[in-house]
């Protein structure tokens, strides 16, 4: 089975980017099995043409690039926003296979 | 207009000017100056109106013509669809891609299905994605088409506008040309349609495209231009397949034309005379009468004097196809056929209504410049003013007599007045006044015959006989008598009557 593979685009180093991985780092944790998933971190200051090929207009934006078809939610979010987004990005999957029972 | 020429008078442009770059668009610049360097321009339209289109030129005059690279960010349409869209203008911007003068930034909404918005978010990821273009090509334009959809789907308004206004300072630090489009609902309503765009730019632009007497007729109107001199009010514009926007500079135009001394034959010897010696050089003939008064053989004859004297003729006809025309000219002694393969007459059959006044106006253009006519005959302004509104139609009639002048092109028009005997309509003082030479032609009734008579009722800057004179019209052409037609008065003034010497005959 294909691995979930999120994308996680920040526009340079800040507090809130921080806490925004932490945040959403931690919700994979809790909802999703070990090893099911992956999560990349782009910063787009350090990599302009990945927001070209991206075509990433908002930051943050984090996009479930795999399995396709590719979903994206924008903003910031507090812990439990974070969990909330990780739901959006794979309630379309109904593959129990990805969550922790 | 008038107001803003005098203040340039009294103040004429300093360094408080901002400094503009001229857009290459046709006309756009007449009206504007330009647009100025380090500002931002949103123009505002309805759907059709010719934003993206306006925008696209912008772009593709600013590498043709000045070398100015730019940056297309499009929200809505995709970049597929530009680049097909346009080529019917003969943009080929795949090439100017190829070469790095121009970039897209394809900024529409890819996933509007699959995206949530959760929380607050900047446009950083956008205003990455357009210095790294911008600074790739090194682009001097830049174009945001259209702002408005970010508001429908981001749906706070006030982020947004925060957003866009990051983006554009920081463009304008770059001293980019900044172009916007944005829609609006009605063509005289609101501004624009969420009613914050017209305030994150500097200066505003509206495009319209109104139904007028059952014609489409487009405009543009500069509303707001910060610190700067423009044209106020709307101007007419034209979108056609060779040059895309084609903006009709009405108010800007001037009467600066020099007039000619220089007299040549109207082909009509007599008439000639009429006018103390021909008509001169450059000067504009209007010839009004009734129908089958004899209006389209003068027209034939000026374009025979012109040929005989070595010109080149270039005849516009509104009324009737090119062989009713040829063989017409064949029963009065003229041979256009003979002239057409001789290279020095072209004759351009068009159906009047098959066109809007603006593009009748950039057809008449084109066709000059294409043939260079030192001589131009119209026939008729009436079948052209049909269906056009009176304002519309005198714009036509400024502009183009304005431009015959500035190409010292002679040039003769007919108008048919409606009254078959008398008639009061020299069409009604606005084709009067921007014309040198007025002809009527008019019939006259004595005793149950109809006499056709001439005059002359204006020529600027000479002499000219005032009398009526009677002709005739054979197959050598209109033979005018060289006695003035007595036998009746009133025959201007619509009120014949017989004078008294012809009453007293009986």
Redesign the interface.
Known sequence: MAKLCFQI?I??KSHRNDQLVDFFTEACHSYLNEGIYEIKLID??RN??L??QH???????ITRINPS?????????SRE?AA??LI?LIEDLNDKKYEKS | MKKAKSIDKIHPPKTTQLPKTKTGIFGFDDISFGLPKGRSTLISGSSGSGKTIFATQFLYEGIAQFDEPGVFVTFEENTADLKRNVQSFGWDIQRLENENQWRFIDASIAFENETKVVGEYDLEGLMIRIHDAVKEIKAKRIVLDSIGSLFLYFDDPSAIRRELYKILSSLKKKNLIILLTSERLEEYGSVSRFGVEEYIADNVLILRNVLEHEKRRRTIEILKYRGSLHSAGEQSFVITAGTGIHIIPLTRLQLTQRSSEERVSSGNMPLDAMCGGGFFKDSILLVSGATGTGKTLMVTEFIKGGFENGERVLFLAYEESREQLVRNAGGWGVDFEKMEKAGRLKIEAVYPESASLDEHLLNIQKLIDEFKPTRFALDSLSAIERGSSKKNFREFLIVLTSFLKKREVMAICTSTSTNIIGGSSVTDSHISTITDTIVLLRYAEVFGNVHRVITILKMRGSKHTKGIYEFDIDNEGMKISSKEFDRMSGILGGMPMLTEREMSKD
């Open positions: 685009f526009a340079g787009l200051i302009a043409p927001a070209e075509k990433i207009l908002a930051t943050p934006t078809p590719e979903k994206r939610v924008i903003g910031n979010f926003g909330r987004a959006f």
